[in-house]
Protein backbone atom coordinates (compact mmCIF):
# COMPACT_ATOMS: atom_id res chain seq x y z
CA UNK A 1 0.00 0.00 0.00
CA UNK A 2 1.28 3.21 -1.13
CA UNK A 3 0.26 6.20 1.09
CA UNK A 4 0.70 9.66 1.87
CA UNK A 5 1.63 9.68 5.18
CA UNK A 6 1.94 13.65 5.95
CA UNK A 7 -2.34 13.61 5.43
CA UNK A 8 -3.87 13.25 8.90
CA UNK A 9 -6.55 11.32 7.30
CA UNK A 10 -4.89 9.12 4.99
CA UNK A 11 -2.77 8.25 8.49
CA UNK A 12 -5.88 7.38 10.47
CA UNK A 13 -6.84 4.50 7.79
CA UNK A 14 -3.83 3.51 7.41
CA UNK A 15 -3.88 2.48 11.16
CA UNK A 16 -7.17 1.08 10.60
CA UNK A 17 -6.07 -1.72 8.05
CA UNK A 18 -2.40 -2.11 9.89
CA UNK A 19 -4.32 -3.46 12.85
CA UNK A 20 -6.37 -5.48 10.82
CA UNK A 21 -3.34 -7.18 9.04
CA UNK A 22 -1.79 -9.59 11.50
CA UNK A 23 -2.87 -12.44 10.00
CA UNK A 24 -1.65 -11.76 6.29
CA UNK A 25 0.90 -8.57 6.86
CA UNK A 26 0.71 -6.15 3.66
CA UNK A 27 3.66 -3.71 3.20
CA UNK A 28 2.83 -0.14 3.56
CA UNK A 29 4.82 2.28 2.27
CA UNK A 30 4.86 6.18 3.56
CA UNK A 31 5.36 8.26 -0.36
CA UNK A 32 5.57 11.15 1.39
CA UNK A 33 8.83 10.16 3.47
CA UNK A 34 11.36 11.12 0.94
CA UNK A 35 13.79 8.39 1.83
CA UNK A 36 10.84 5.62 1.51
CA UNK A 37 11.85 3.23 -1.25
CA UNK A 38 9.57 3.29 -4.21
CA UNK A 39 8.21 0.81 -7.19
CA UNK A 40 10.80 0.93 -9.79
CA UNK A 41 9.54 3.42 -12.50
CA UNK A 42 6.99 5.25 -9.83
CA UNK A 43 6.54 8.93 -9.70
CA UNK A 44 6.37 10.22 -6.45
CA UNK A 45 4.14 13.32 -6.75
CA UNK A 46 1.68 10.75 -8.90
CA UNK A 47 1.68 8.12 -5.94
CA UNK A 48 0.92 11.20 -3.31
CA UNK A 49 -2.17 12.67 -5.54
CA UNK A 50 -4.09 9.13 -5.22
CA UNK A 51 -3.87 5.92 -3.08
CA UNK A 52 -1.98 3.17 -4.89
CA UNK A 53 -1.70 -0.39 -4.03
CA UNK A 54 1.26 -2.41 -5.40
CA UNK A 55 -0.37 -6.04 -6.11
CA UNK A 56 2.04 -9.68 -5.64
CA UNK A 57 2.32 -9.73 -9.72
CA UNK A 58 4.10 -6.19 -9.73
CA UNK A 59 0.74 -4.43 -11.44
CA UNK A 60 -0.54 -0.94 -9.71
CA UNK A 61 -4.30 -0.13 -8.79
CA UNK A 62 -4.89 3.43 -7.91
CA UNK A 63 -8.08 5.04 -6.81
CA UNK A 64 -11.20 2.86 -6.50
CA UNK A 65 -9.44 -0.07 -7.87
CA UNK A 66 -6.32 -0.29 -5.49
CA UNK A 67 -9.28 -0.16 -2.48
CA UNK A 68 -10.98 -3.24 -4.23
CA UNK A 69 -7.41 -5.03 -4.87
CA UNK A 70 -6.56 -3.86 -0.83
CA UNK A 71 -9.99 -5.38 0.54
CA UNK A 72 -9.68 -8.77 -1.93
CA UNK A 73 -6.40 -9.08 0.43
CA UNK A 74 -8.24 -8.59 3.77
CA UNK A 75 -9.65 -11.40 5.63
CA UNK A 76 -13.11 -10.23 6.53
CA UNK A 77 -13.18 -7.75 4.06
CA UNK A 78 -13.21 -9.88 0.66
CA UNK A 79 -16.73 -9.50 0.28
CA UNK A 80 -16.53 -5.93 -0.40
CA UNK A 81 -14.45 -6.63 -3.06
CA UNK A 82 -16.97 -9.17 -4.61
CA UNK A 83 -19.74 -6.29 -4.25
CA UNK A 84 -17.67 -3.88 -6.60
CA UNK A 85 -17.24 -6.84 -8.75
CA UNK A 86 -20.78 -5.98 -9.63
CA UNK A 87 -20.93 -3.97 -13.09
CA UNK A 88 -20.76 -0.79 -13.08
CA UNK A 89 -20.38 -0.26 -8.75
CA UNK A 90 -16.25 0.35 -9.33
CA UNK A 91 -16.99 3.00 -11.56
CA UNK A 92 -18.99 4.86 -8.85
CA UNK A 93 -16.54 4.51 -6.03
CA UNK A 94 -14.44 6.32 -8.94
CA UNK A 95 -17.20 9.07 -8.72
CA UNK A 96 -16.83 8.77 -5.20
CA UNK A 97 -13.20 8.85 -5.10
CA UNK A 98 -12.85 11.52 -7.33
CA UNK A 99 -15.02 13.57 -5.35
CA UNK A 100 -13.24 13.04 -2.13
CA UNK A 101 -10.05 14.28 -3.60
CA UNK A 102 -11.29 17.42 -4.34
CA UNK A 103 -12.87 17.24 -0.32
CA UNK A 104 -9.71 16.00 0.93
CA UNK A 105 -7.63 19.36 1.26
CA UNK A 106 -10.22 20.79 3.29
CA UNK A 107 -10.89 17.66 5.26
CA UNK A 108 -6.80 17.33 5.80
CA UNK A 109 -7.03 21.25 7.53
CA UNK A 110 -9.96 19.76 9.63
CA UNK A 111 -8.57 16.65 10.90
CA UNK A 112 -4.76 18.21 11.04
CA UNK A 113 -6.20 20.86 13.96
CA UNK A 114 -7.14 17.92 16.03
CA UNK A 115 -3.65 16.08 15.52
CA UNK A 116 -1.35 16.40 18.70
CA UNK A 117 1.74 18.15 17.91
CA UNK A 118 4.66 16.93 16.67
CA UNK A 119 7.02 18.57 19.79
CA UNK A 120 6.87 17.82 23.05
CA UNK A 121 4.84 20.45 24.94
CA UNK A 122 4.88 20.32 28.95
CA UNK A 123 1.62 20.87 30.64
CA UNK A 124 2.56 24.18 32.27
CA UNK A 125 3.58 26.06 29.01
CA UNK A 126 0.46 25.79 27.14
CA UNK A 127 -0.79 28.49 28.56
CA UNK A 128 1.98 30.29 27.10
CA UNK A 129 1.70 28.69 24.01
CA UNK A 130 -1.72 29.90 23.61
CA UNK A 131 -1.11 33.45 24.30
CA UNK A 132 2.01 32.69 21.83
CA UNK A 133 -0.63 31.95 19.01
CA UNK A 134 -2.79 34.69 20.01
CA UNK A 135 0.15 37.44 19.70
CA UNK A 136 1.20 35.75 16.40
CA UNK A 137 -2.25 36.70 15.14
CA UNK A 138 -1.95 40.14 16.36
CA UNK A 139 1.41 40.13 14.89
CA UNK A 140 -0.10 39.37 11.14
CA UNK A 141 -3.08 41.69 11.15
CA UNK A 142 -0.85 44.70 12.30
CA UNK A 143 0.81 44.51 9.22
CA UNK A 144 -2.40 44.33 7.57
CA UNK A 145 -3.56 47.20 9.45
CA UNK A 146 -0.60 49.10 7.96
CA UNK A 147 -0.74 47.55 4.91
CA UNK A 148 -4.24 48.48 4.67
CA UNK A 149 -3.23 52.27 5.38
CA UNK A 150 0.14 53.63 4.47
CA UNK A 151 1.46 54.64 1.31
CA UNK A 152 5.23 55.20 1.49
CA UNK A 153 6.45 53.46 -0.14
CA UNK A 154 9.31 52.47 2.52
CA UNK A 155 7.18 51.39 5.01
CA UNK A 156 5.49 49.52 2.92
CA UNK A 157 7.87 47.35 2.50
CA UNK A 158 9.11 47.51 5.77
CA UNK A 159 5.44 45.80 6.55
CA UNK A 160 5.12 43.06 3.77
CA UNK A 161 8.69 41.79 4.35
CA UNK A 162 7.62 41.11 8.70
CA UNK A 163 4.44 40.34 7.45
CA UNK A 164 6.32 37.08 5.57
CA UNK A 165 8.02 36.57 8.98
CA UNK A 166 4.76 36.95 10.93
CA UNK A 167 2.86 33.98 8.93
CA UNK A 168 5.79 32.49 8.91
CA UNK A 169 5.30 32.28 12.82
CA UNK A 170 2.04 32.08 13.11
CA UNK A 171 2.08 28.76 10.84
CA UNK A 172 4.94 27.39 13.17
CA UNK A 173 2.72 27.87 16.60
CA UNK A 174 -0.66 27.13 15.03
CA UNK A 175 1.13 23.52 14.71
CA UNK A 176 2.33 23.11 18.44
CA UNK A 177 -1.54 23.31 19.43
CA UNK A 178 -4.64 21.06 18.80
CA UNK A 179 -7.56 23.35 17.88
CA UNK A 180 -9.07 22.71 21.47
CA UNK A 181 -5.87 24.14 22.86
CA UNK A 182 -5.94 27.74 20.86
CA UNK A 183 -7.82 30.83 21.81
CA UNK A 184 -11.00 31.22 21.51
CA UNK A 185 -10.50 34.86 20.62
CA UNK A 186 -9.04 34.94 17.90
CA UNK A 187 -11.46 37.74 15.98
CA UNK A 188 -10.86 40.30 18.58
CA UNK A 189 -7.13 39.62 18.29
CA UNK A 190 -7.12 39.95 14.29
CA UNK A 191 -8.97 43.05 15.12
CA UNK A 192 -7.05 44.72 17.66
CA UNK A 193 -3.87 43.92 15.75
CA UNK A 194 -5.68 45.28 12.26
CA UNK A 195 -5.88 48.98 14.84
CA UNK A 196 -2.79 48.43 16.00
CA UNK A 197 -1.43 48.72 12.21
CA UNK A 198 -3.84 50.87 10.81
CA UNK A 199 -3.71 53.45 13.85
CA UNK A 200 -0.59 54.54 13.32
CA UNK A 201 -0.18 54.25 9.45
CA UNK A 202 -2.92 57.23 9.51
CA UNK A 203 -0.21 59.62 11.40
CA UNK A 204 2.89 58.22 9.13
CA UNK A 205 6.21 56.61 9.28
CA UNK A 206 7.60 57.20 12.20
CA UNK A 207 4.66 56.12 14.60
CA UNK A 208 3.78 53.04 12.52
CA UNK A 209 8.16 52.64 13.53
CA UNK A 210 7.46 53.14 17.45
CA UNK A 211 4.16 51.25 17.76
CA UNK A 212 6.85 48.31 15.99
CA UNK A 213 9.49 48.67 18.92
CA UNK A 214 7.07 48.71 21.15
CA UNK A 215 4.87 45.63 20.09
CA UNK A 216 7.93 43.70 19.60
CA UNK A 217 9.96 45.08 23.27
CA UNK A 218 7.23 43.48 24.55
CA UNK A 219 7.29 40.42 22.34
CA UNK A 220 10.73 39.60 23.06
CA UNK A 221 10.07 40.11 27.11
CA UNK A 222 7.31 37.06 27.00
CA UNK A 223 9.06 34.98 24.40
CA UNK A 224 12.21 35.04 27.34
CA UNK A 225 9.87 34.45 30.15
CA UNK A 226 9.55 31.25 28.23
CA UNK A 227 12.40 30.46 27.54
CA UNK A 228 13.62 30.97 31.53
CA UNK A 229 10.87 28.75 32.59
CA UNK A 230 11.98 25.61 29.66
CA UNK A 231 15.51 26.64 31.31
CA UNK A 232 14.44 25.74 34.68
CA UNK A 233 12.62 22.73 34.24
CA UNK A 234 14.46 19.62 35.41
CA UNK A 235 17.33 18.05 33.54
CA UNK A 236 15.33 15.03 32.76
CA UNK A 237 12.95 17.32 30.66
CA UNK A 238 15.33 19.30 29.11
CA UNK A 239 16.23 16.87 25.80
CA UNK A 240 12.51 16.43 25.34
CA UNK A 241 11.66 20.05 24.82
CA UNK A 242 14.93 21.30 23.48
CA UNK A 243 12.91 21.40 20.14
CA UNK A 244 10.46 23.53 21.19
CA UNK A 245 12.98 25.52 23.00
CA UNK A 246 14.85 26.30 19.80
CA UNK A 247 11.55 26.90 18.25
CA UNK A 248 10.63 29.95 20.57
CA UNK A 249 14.71 30.89 20.35
CA UNK A 250 13.88 31.21 16.65
CA UNK A 251 10.87 33.55 17.03
CA UNK A 252 12.56 35.78 19.55
CA UNK A 253 15.49 36.09 16.98
CA UNK A 254 13.35 37.63 14.57
CA UNK A 255 10.89 39.60 17.32
CA UNK A 256 14.60 41.38 17.92
CA UNK A 257 15.29 42.05 14.93
CA UNK A 258 11.75 43.79 13.91
CA UNK A 259 12.24 45.55 16.88
CA UNK A 260 16.10 46.79 16.51
CA UNK A 261 14.87 47.36 12.54
CA UNK A 262 12.09 49.83 13.51
CA UNK A 263 14.16 51.59 16.05
CA UNK A 264 16.48 52.50 13.66
CA UNK A 265 14.41 53.41 10.98
CA UNK A 266 12.11 55.61 13.44
CA UNK A 267 15.44 57.45 13.81
CA UNK A 268 15.28 60.46 16.65
CA UNK A 269 13.54 60.24 20.04
CA UNK A 270 9.71 59.90 19.64
CA UNK A 271 8.18 63.13 21.35
CA UNK A 272 5.12 62.92 24.09
CA UNK A 273 2.18 61.73 22.14
CA UNK A 274 3.94 58.72 20.17
CA UNK A 275 5.69 57.96 23.49
CA UNK A 276 2.45 57.89 25.55
CA UNK A 277 0.69 55.60 22.47
CA UNK A 278 3.95 52.76 22.87
CA UNK A 279 3.41 53.03 26.58
CA UNK A 280 -0.59 52.18 25.22
CA UNK A 281 0.36 49.44 22.76
CA UNK A 282 3.11 48.08 25.17
CA UNK A 283 0.23 47.70 28.26
CA UNK A 284 -2.76 47.05 25.59
CA UNK A 285 -0.20 43.76 24.44
CA UNK A 286 0.06 42.71 28.22
CA UNK A 287 -3.32 43.03 28.57
CA UNK A 288 -3.73 40.53 25.71
CA UNK A 289 -1.33 38.18 26.30
CA UNK A 290 -2.93 37.70 30.25
CA UNK A 291 -6.25 36.81 28.68
CA UNK A 292 -4.87 34.67 26.05
CA UNK A 293 -2.96 32.66 28.63
CA UNK A 294 -6.54 31.28 29.67
CA UNK A 295 -8.63 31.97 26.65
FE1 LIG B 1 6.12 37.00 15.43
FE1 LIG C 1 7.50 40.34 14.97
Avoid: K
Amino acid sequence: MLYDGACPLCRREIALYRGLTAARPLAFVDVSNPSAALPPGADRARLLARFHVLRADGSMADGARGFVALWAALPGWRWLARLAAVPGVTSLMELAYRVFLHLRPAMQRVAGAFEPPSLHIPAGLRGELRSDHAGETGAVWIYRGVLAVARDAGVRGFARRHLATELEHLRLVTALLPWPQRSRLLVPWRLAGFLTGALPALAGPRAVYETIAAVETFVDRHYQQQLDRIDALPATEGAAVAPLRALLARCQADECEHRDEATALSGRAPGLFLRAWSAAVGAGSAAAVAVARRV
